[in-house]
């Protein structure tokens, strides 16, 4: 079982950046592939980015590549996200998530098996 818990959303003007954080706990953090999503109300939650358990290699979606950075701190079992150049169509509930150990990058939200609860993030123009 894995527990996580995002923080860092908030409100930012077009332009502006966040960082978010998704504490992880609960199992070995250090061989776990994380990624973030995002879901806006009425929309299917979509993929952002991810980091392979090793730290070696990440994936991200075409709308925030170069714009966005994900990266993992496993001495504190912590995954970042750090958003620049934010667009109100970035404004969304981000999500962070987990899948099993020793994984692949996966951008399908079905292949993920652990959730956090979610940090609003709301962009203004």
């Known amino acids: 079982q894995v527990q996580l818990v995002e923080s860092g959303g908030g409100l930012v003007q ?3 950046s966040l960082r ?3 504490a992880a706990s609960g199992r070995t953090f250090s061989d776990v ?3 973030w999503f995002r879901q806006t109300p009425g929309k299917e939650r979509e993929f952002v ?3 392979h358990w090793s730290g070696l290699s990440t994936y991200y ?3 925030v590549k170069g714009r966005f950075t994900i990266s993992r701190d496993n001495a504190k079992n912590t995954v970042y996200l750090q958003m620049n150049s934010l667009k109100p169509e970035d404004t969304a509930v981000y999500y962070c998530a987990a899948r099993r150990s ?3 990058l996966s951008i399908y939200r079905a292949e993920y098996d ?3 609860q979610g ?3 709301t962009v203004s123009s």
């Open 33 to 35: 592939t994380m990624g």
């Open 102 to 104: 020793y994984a692949s």
């Open 61 to 63: 979606a075409d709308s």
């Open 119 to 121: 940090t609003q993030v």
């Open 49 to 51: 980015a991810a980091i």
């Open 14 to 16: 077009a332009g502006g």
């Open 114 to 116: 652990y959730w956090g």
């Open 20 to 22: 978010l954080s998704c």
